[in-house]
C-alpha cells in the first residue's frame, strides 16, 4: 500500500501546481478585459458632450444667420425712408418746394455742360464742403473713354447725373426725330456709363417744346430751368465777381435753383458761393430729396 500511495500523492500535488498559474492567467486577463471595457465606456462618455455641444451649436449658428439677415434689412429700409421725397420742383419757375415740413430755407445747385474741363474739381470741392449738386451733362464732352472715367467718378462721388442734350443745340430749331436723338440718345449713354438713366432734364439755354417735355415725362425725367445764374455774362467771368453775385443776388431767396456752369472762375469761386449762401442761413439741397414723378405733362 505504501509503495503506491506516495506516488499518487505525487503525482496530485504536481497536477494542482500546473493548473494554479492558469487560473492566475484567466483572471489577469478578466481584470484587463474589463479595464478596456471602463475604457470604452469613459471614451463613450468623453465624446457625447462633444456631439452634444456641436448639436446645440447647430442652432446658435441659424439664429445668427436669422440676425444677421435683420441686421442687413433694416438699414435698407432706413435709408430708404431717409430718402422719401422732400421737395418737388415748381414747373412755372423751376425752384424747390418743401412737402409737408421740410424746411424751406434751401437752395439747389446744378453745374451744367459736364464733365468739360473742371467737373471734377467742383465735384471735389463739393465733396470736402459735404453738400450735393446736379451735374447736368452733354454728350459731346462723353466721347472719350477718360471722359466717360470722368463723369463715372462724379456719380460715385454720390452726385445725381442730370440730362443736358447730346450737342447743346436749341431744341426749337430740331426736328422730332432730332430732338429724339438729342433726349434718349443721350440717357442711354448715360446709363451705359453710370447704370442708371438720369432723373433730371435742363434743356440748352432754357428752351423746351411740347414734343420734348411730352418725351421728358415719358422718360421719367424731372424738367427744369433755373431761377439765376450768371457765370457765362463778361461782366462775372472772375472768380471774386461770380462769387459776389452768386451770394448777393436779388433774385436769391428759398427754394432757388441756381445756376453754374463748368468753367474756370466758377471752380475757383464755389467754395465761396457754398459758404456764403451757408452764412445767409440756405442750406443746400440734396437732389435726392426732390420727387420724381412718372407723368411730368402738367409741366
Same mark, same amino acid.
Given at each position: 500500500?505504501?509503495?503506491? &500511495?506516495?506516488?499518487?500523492?505525487? +503525482?496530485?500535488?504536481?497536477?494542482?501546481?500546473?493548473?494554479?498559474?492558469? =487560473?492566475? *492567467?484567466? %483572471?489577469? *486577463?478578466?481584470?484587463?478585459?474589463? !479595464?478596456?471595457?471602463?475604457? =470604452?465606456?469613459?471614451?463613450?462618455?468623453?465624446?457625447?458632450?462633444?456631439? /452634444?455641444?456641436?448639436?446645440?451649436?447647430?442652432?446658435?449658428?441659424?439664429?445668427?444667420?436669422?440676425?444677421?439677415?435683420?441686421?442687413?434689412?433694416?438699414?435698407?429700409?432706413?435709408?430708404?425712408?431717409?430718402?422719401?421725397?422732400?421737395?418737388?420742383?415748381? @414747373?412755372?419757375?423751376?425752384?424747390?418746394? @418743401?412737402?409737408?415740413?421740410?424746411?424751406?430755407?434751401?437752395?439747389?445747385?446744378?453745374?451744367?455742360?459736364?464733365?468739360?474741363?473742371?467737373?471734377?474739381?467742383?465735384?471735389?470741392?463739393?465733396?470736402?464742403?459735404?453738400?450735393?449738386?446736379?451735374?447736368?451733362?452733354?454728350?459731346?464732352?462723353?466721347?472719350?473713354?477718360?471722359?466717360?472715367?470722368?463723369?463715372?467718378?462724379?456719380?460715385?462721388?454720390?452726385?445725381?447725373?442730370?440730362?443736358? !442734350?447730346?450737342?447743346?443745340?436749341?431744341?426749337?430749331?430740331?426736328?422730332?426725330?432730332? /430732338?429724339?436723338?438729342?433726349?434718349?440718345?443721350?440717357?442711354?449713354?448715360?446709363?451705359?456709363?453710370?447704370?442708371?438713366?438720369?432723373?433730371?432734364?435742363?434743356?440748352?439755354?432754357? &428752351?423746351?417744346?411740347?414734343?420734348?417735355?411730352?418725351?421728358?415725362?415719358?422718360?421719367? +425725367?424731372?424738367?427744369?430751368?433755373?431761377?439765376?445764374?450768371?457765370?457765362?455774362? %463778361?461782366?462775372?467771368?472772375?472768380?471774386?465777381?461770380?462769387?459776389?453775385?452768386?451770394?448777393?443776388?436779388?433774385?436769391?431767396?428759398?427754394?432757388?435753383?441756381?445756376?453754374?456752369?463748368?468753367?474756370?472762375?466758377? *471752380?475757383?469761386?464755389?467754395?465761396?458761393?457754398?459758404?456764403?449762401? %451757408?452764412?445767409?442761413?440756405?442750406?443746400?439741397?440734396?437732389?435726392?430729396?426732390?420727387?420724381?414723378?412718372?407723368? /411730368?405733362?402738367?409741366?
Amino acid at each position: 500500500m505504501k509503495k503506491w &500511495i506516495v506516488p499518487t500523492l505525487l +503525482m496530485l500535488l504536481l497536477t494542482a501546481c500546473a493548473e494554479s498559474p492558469q =487560473n492566475e *492567467n484567466s %483572471q489577469a *486577463n478578466g481584470k484587463e478585459t474589463a !479595464t478596456e471595457s471602463n475604457q =470604452n465606456n469613459d471614451n463613450s462618455e468623453v465624446e457625447e458632450p462633444v456631439t /452634444q455641444e456641436d448639436s446645440e451649436g447647430i442652432p446658435e449658428e441659424e439664429e445668427g444667420s436669422d440676425n444677421a439677415e435683420e441686421a442687413t434689412t433694416d438699414p435698407e429700409s432706413a435709408d430708404s425712408e431717409s430718402k422719401e421725397p422732400q421737395y418737388t420742383v415748381n @414747373p412755372a419757375d423751376s425752384s424747390v418746394q @418743401p412737402i409737408g415740413e421740410a424746411s424751406a430755407e434751401v437752395v439747389l445747385l446744378t453745374i451744367d455742360d459736364a464733365p468739360d474741363r473742371y467737373a471734377m474739381e467742383m465735384a471735389t470741392t463739393l465733396k470736402e464742403l459735404d453738400v450735393k449738386a446736379i451735374f447736368f451733362v452733354n454728350g459731346h464732352f462723353l466721347q472719350t473713354e477718360e471722359e466717360k472715367a470722368t463723369l463715372k467718378k462724379i456719380h460715385e462721388m454720390g452726385f445725381p447725373i442730370g440730362n443736358h !442734350t447730346m450737342n447743346h443745340k436749341s431744341l426749337r430749331q430740331l426736328t422730332e426725330e432730332e /430732338q429724339y436723338e438729342e433726349i434718349v440718345g443721350l440717357n442711354d449713354l448715360i446709363e451705359e456709363i453710370i447704370g442708371e438713366q438720369p432723373k433730371f432734364f435742363r434743356a440748352p439755354f432754357g &428752351i423746351n417744346t411740347d414734343y420734348s417735355d411730352e418725351l421728358v415725362a415719358s422718360e421719367g +425725367m424731372v424738367r427744369m430751368n433755373w431761377t439765376y445764374g450768371y457765370d457765362w455774362e %463778361q461782366d462775372y467771368t472772375t472768380a471774386e465777381a461770380i462769387a459776389d453775385i452768386m451770394v448777393n443776388a436779388k433774385e436769391l431767396r428759398s427754394g432757388a435753383n441756381l445756376l453754374m456752369h463748368d468753367r474756370e472762375w466758377t *471752380n475757383a469761386a464755389l467754395a465761396d458761393i457754398v459758404k456764403g449762401l %451757408q452764412g445767409k442761413g440756405y442750406e443746400m439741397l440734396d437732389p435726392s430729396l426732390i420727387e420724381v414723378k412718372t407723368d /411730368q405733362s402738367e409741366m
